[in-house]
T-cell receptor, first 113, second 115 residues
Framework: QKEVEQNSGPLSVPEGAIASLNCTYSDRGSQSFFWYRQYSGKSPELIMSIYSNGDKEDGRFTAQLNKASQYVSLLIRDSQPSDSATYLCAVNDRGSTLGRLYFGRGTQLTVWP | SAVISQKPSRDICQRGTSLTIQCQVDSQVTMMFWYRQQPGQSLTLIATANQGSEATYESGFVIDKFPISRPNLTFSTLTVSNMSPEDSSIYLC????????????FGSGTQLSVL
């Protein structure tokens, strides 16, 4: 059984701060890693994907991957109240279609003004 | 991108009945996926639906309980059969958009409550 673990949260940060979200995964064969944002009552929305070790930046978001440690993280710089949501980490197997993802339970983030 | 319409958006059902959830995509896609999100739990893949072939079910899910149809490249249905309160969950349809920037898009979901 492939497992994806996230820090349970909830995580609360002030506006303008950096929010750090962490995720570990059990299967060393995992090749693709994703962060989804899910607002309450809404469906998940992809915000970042990362496939190789290191950092990947997109605007205020930075994803970090360390395959040796089986660890992936998401940093949100200059956090805004609109970033308040649940963030889901998802991983994909080597050779598996993109749609077969294993998700963590999510970390609830609250950004207060 | 892909626009995915899912209905019903929510329903309250009696134990022992069945509910069919529809998923319509605005473009042709090879693969469609059905996920379940139980309260406080992670999203879990139920099955993968390809047009013209039997759906492929993940461990713990069976066709008798969750029959799936995929009659064409833009439409799929998931039926939750002989429901029990444990089936109360959000059911999500998703599609894979391939290309230079592969993405998995989710429908708006169906909130199911079983009494």
């Amino acid at each position: 059984q492939k497992e994806v673990e996230q820090n349970s949260g909830p995580l609360s940060v002030p506006e303008g701060a950096i929010a750090s979200l962490n995720c570990t995964y059990s299967d060393r064969g995992s090749q693709s890693f994703f962060w989804y944002r899910q607002y309450s009552g809404k469906s998940p929305e992809l915000i970042m994907s990362i496939y190789s070790n290191g950092d990947k930046e997109d605007g205020r978001f930075t994803a970090q991957l360390n395959k040796a440690s089986q660890y992936v993280s998401l940093l949100i710089r200059d956090s805004q109240p609109s970033d308040s949501a649940t963030y889901l980490c998802a991983v994909n197997d080597r050779g598996s279609t993109l749609g077969r993802l294993y998700f963590g339970r999510g970390t609830q983030l609250t950004v207060w003004p | 991108s892909a626009v995915i319409s899912q209905k019903p958006s929510r329903d309250i059902c009696q134990r022992g009945t069945s509910l069919t959830i529809q998923c319509q995509v605005d473009s042709q896609v090879t693969m469609m996926f059905w996920y379940r999100q139980q309260p406080g739990q992670s999203l879990t893949l139920i099955a993968t639906a390809n047009q013209g072939s039997e759906a492929t079910y993940e461990s713990g899910f069976v066709i008798d309980k969750f029959p799936i149809s995929r009659p064409n490249l833009t439409f799929s249905t998931l039926t939750v059969s002989n429901m029990s309160p444990e089936d109360s969950s959000i059911y999500l349809c998703s599609v894979e958009v391939t290309g230079s920037n592969e993405k998995l898009f989710f429908g708006s979901g169906t909130q199911l409550s079983v009494l």
